[in-house]
T-cell receptor
Framework: QKEVEQDPGPLSVPEGAIVSLNCTYSNSAFQYFMWYRQYSRKGPELLMYTYSSGNKEDGRFTAQVDKSSKYISLFIRDSQPSDSATYLCAMSMSGGSNYKLTFGKGTLLTVNP | DSGVTQTPKHLITATGQRVTLRCSPRSGDLSVYWYQQSLDQGLQFLIQYYNGEERAKGNILERFSAQQFPDLHSELNLSSLELGDSALYFC????????????FGSGTRLTVV
């Protein structure tokens, strides 16, 4: 079993839809949870991060972490064609001096005008 | 421009050859991370350097090696290349101490023929 599982999609939605992206994980030592967006031929860019459990909102984006279920989600409201990209979840342990990230494989999202 | 510079952007080489990928971190960042992204494995952590010293190793093959120089730029050396080494190689840099402080470069696309 991989440490982080993410449905690769692809996911295709109409403009204005609410998008839900999810990841599950197996390592209970993960404390930092991040969502990255990657456009074609570009490096990943950080969208949001959450420490431990809870929700975090930033504009049209909401990140949720449920550590009891080892499940994280990213919601995109009022999706736009510019949101079309691959979304990667990433996780890291707390403490120490190495903050390597463990990524899901990514979900390819297309928002159709 | 993320501030992390990777060269070259594309590289095509034959099996058995050796290549060097270069990364200049964002100004002020002391940590450099190398990741490999392939379709079947997703983004995989290879190695981390902090201020010139190796700090952590991930799934890096023995044929691969890296170093970080006094000016903080880093090089990833890939030798005895195989077809399966074809992938996107990303460098990221960060301010030490937080896992959500990564900035990724645009990557080097390596094709082994």
């Amino acid at each position: 079993q991989k440490e982080v599982e993410q449905d690769p999609g692809p996911l295709s939605v109409p403009e204005g839809a609410i998008v839900s992206l999810n990841c599950t994980y197996s390592n209970s030592a993960f404390q930092y949870f991040m969502w990255y967006r990657q456009y074609s031929r570009k490096g990943p860019e950080l969208l949001m991060y959450t420490y431990s459990s809870g929700n975090k909102e930033d504009g049209r984006f909401t990140a949720q972490v449920d550590k009891s279920s080892k499940y994280i989600s990213l919601f995109i409201r009022d999706s736009q064609p510019s949101d079309s990209a691959t979304y990667l979840c990433a996780m890291s342990m707390s403490g120490g001096s190495n903050y390597k990230l463990t990524f899901g494989k990514g979900t390819l999202l297309t928002v159709n005008p | 421009d993320s501030g992390v510079t990777q060269t070259p952007k594309h590289l095509i080489t034959a099996t058995g050859q050796r290549v060097t990928l270069r990364c200049s971190p964002r100004s002020g960042d002391l940590s450099v991370y190398w990741y490999q992204q392939s379709l079947d494995q997703g983004l995989q952590f290879l190695i981390q350097y902090y201020n010139g010293e190796e700090r952590a190793k991930g799934n890096i093959l023995e044929r691969f090696s890296a170093q970080q120089f006094p000016d903080l730029h880093s090089e990833l050396n890939l030798s005895s290349l195989e077809l399966g080494d074809s992938a996107l190689y990303f460098c990221a840099s960060s301010v030490d101490g937080v896992p959500y402080g990564y900035t990724f470069g645009s990557g080097t696309r390596l094709t082994v023929v």
